[in-house]
């Protein structure tokens, strides 16, 4: 997708290449295009039959398993960049999936986290919504959104829980 195209793209601004983990990698559409752009890339993806179709389509190296289990695995300080896309709001433990993640990166490496902003005018108009009709509608993010959504997180809250060095929040 063009987001994940200029993902790439700031990623190249800071790190030519290296080696990166997508933590939840999915299909692995993500890991394909950092590939394409030269990045030595792994993957972990808990859904088997995802990362089945990402082993056959792309030819990609993936673990099947918990993020943790995985990472446990892994060599620490071993990746440049570590992504998480579209994946933290879904997990009920994502302090030790973020702990693992940091584990992973060398001095100076980046970890990359897409996820929804829940300062965002769209989350602030579903708060007030829910508010103004007395709680009447059911909160509207399960419903604008993704029900499947654990957690939502603040630019401040991620910064706080991922214990980032260095962050750039868009």
Known sequence: SGSQRALLRELAASKKTGKLLEIGCGDGRLLHLAKESGWEVTGIELSRQAADYARKKFGLNIF???CEEICG?????SFDAVIMWGLIEHLDG???ALRAAKKMLRKGGLLVIYTPNANSIFHR???GIYRLTAQTISFPMERMIIAMHFLYFT???LRLSSGADRYKVR
């Open 64 to 66: 099947t398993g918990a």
């Open 73 to 77: 695995k892994l060599e620490e300080s």
């Open 94 to 96: 994502p302090l030790a």
């Open 155 to 157: 630019p401040s809250a």
């Open 125 to 127: 108009m579903a708060r």
